[in-house]
């Protein structure tokens, strides 16, 4: 079975290889030219050479193995710079100036024949360079997924207030896989300094609806099953009139306006009395 | 004043949006912070109706101008899902018919001033509520 991006297009292949260290220059300089030295010219050299010589294998040949290995080190590459916050333009340059570079060598060497397959040729390399866009915004998708997980686990800190209590400041909107990483900390924490009270302070969650307030009443669940008792704080006004308004009942659950009255209220639930000490 | 978005909800991440999406609104026609966090709360069990019971909808938030003049938000949740069979009952406090506190749909009637729910079994559920600034 022939080709269809490759058929037909022996005369560019032809030129190419013949002056493939011509081309390559040229190549690494219009390539160069946009990424303003954010690589050097011997690893960019080094890149399209590879790039070079795939492509005219997977041209020559019209073999599947040297076009998978081709799609493959270009999506490897696009990855990279993807990874290291090459733009888009900047990722894509090095592909799309190989068309630049084969139509100065066809104009050079003056062949008509090679004119008529510039079509065929700029076509292929569009559609290398849809792979590199592909490539490069899937792995734009994964950087911020790995970092929306990496913010989840820094944006639930658990606090040793004294000897005893520990502190959980909510911040930001309270999902279930949220909720699931909250109550594993809190828990583990709670066992590792041996704490038996814990305060969830949620002053920075903007709404609480019956999903958050039922995670919310899970993990003072199964913060009372180890034997640690809970106290919420910080529920603002609006909040407060809407958890009403929704008919939402917290049952025995303690309840502080602020975390300075939840940390006092533990306090002297551990016998701990606060003295102001009158002075002169 | 015709300011109209709608937006497609699948999954709890499209809740988030539409949450913050009505509070903006909400925010822009000077609603106090009480009516803002009722009808944000709203929005937010209504949209989780529609993503946990209607495999997936369409929410659409408009601006109201009444003949006084005076301003609103009406939102409507619309999904083709099983639609709900005993209407009286899924509005009866701690009824739920999933693994929830059964708070959703009588909660969020009492958080906004205008409450309608029209469905039909196998046809879907479509909920129309309004919240009017004081």
């Known amino acids: ?280 | 004043m015709s300011d109209v978005h709608e937006v497609r909800v699948g999954s709890s991440d499209d809740i988030v949006g539409i949450r913050k999406m009505v509070r903006t609104i909400a925010g822009d026609i000077r609603m106090s912070l009480v009516d803002q966090t009722k009808l944000v709360t709203a929005a937010s069990e209504l949209a989780r109706n529609i993503v946990v019971h209607g495999g997936g909808g369409t929410v659409r938030i408009e601006r109201l101008t009444g003949p006084t003049g005076r301003t609103g938000v009406r939102m409507i949740f619309s999904d083709e899902g099983p639609g709900i069979s005993d209407v009286d009952l899924a509005l009866t406090d701690g009824w739920s018919s999933g693994q929830g506190l059964g708070l959703g749909l009588p909660g969020s009637r009492r958080l906004v001033d205008e409450f309608e729910l029209d469905t039909a079994v196998g046809r879907g559920t479509r909920i129309t509520v309004t919240k009017w600034t004081r």
Request: charged share 25%.
């Open chain 1, 1 to 280: 079975m022939t080709n269809p991006q490759s058929g037909g297009q022996a005369h560019i292949v032809q030129l190419l290889s013949t002056r493939q260290d011509a081309a390559l220059d040229r190549w690494t300089e219009l390539a160069g030219a946009t990424l303003r030295g954010r690589t050097t010219q011997t690893e960019l050299r080094g890149e399209l050479r590879e790039l070079l010589s795939l492509t005219l294998a997977s041209l020559e040949r019209e073999d599947d193995t040297a076009r998978s290995e081709l799609r493959a080190v270009l999506a490897d590459m696009s990855g990279r710079r993807a990874r290291q916050n090459f733009t888009p333009k900047e990722t894509a340059v090095a592909v799309f100036t190989l068309k630049q570079v084969v139509h100065e060598l066809i104009e050079d060497a003056d062949e008509d024949q090679a004119i008529n397959e510039f079509v065929a040729f700029s076509r292929y390399v569009d559609d290398l360079g849809l792979l590199t866009f592909e490539t490069y915004a899937a792995t734009r998708e994964q950087v911020i997924a790995d970092q929306a997980e990496q913010l989840l686990e820094l944006s639930t800190p658990v606090v040793k207030l004294w000897e005893g209590i520990v502190a959980v400041p909510l911040v930001g909107t309270l999902d279930s896989a949220r909720t699931q990483v909250v109550m594993e900390a809190l828990l583990q924490t709670l066992v590792d300094t041996g704490s038996e009270s814990a305060v969830i302070d949620i002053t920075g969650v903007p709404a609480v609806d019956t999903e958050v307030a039922q995670h919310l009443m899970k993990t003072i669940m199964a913060a009372r099953l180890m034997g640690a008792e809970c106290v919420i704080s910080g529920i603002r006004p609006q909040i407060a009139q809407t958890i009403v308004a929704l008919g939402i009942e917290f049952g025995d659950i303690v309840s502080k306006a602020t975390l300075a009255d939840a940390l006092e209220y533990l306090l002297s639930r551990n016998g701990v009395r606060i003295v102001r000490e009158v002075v002169g």
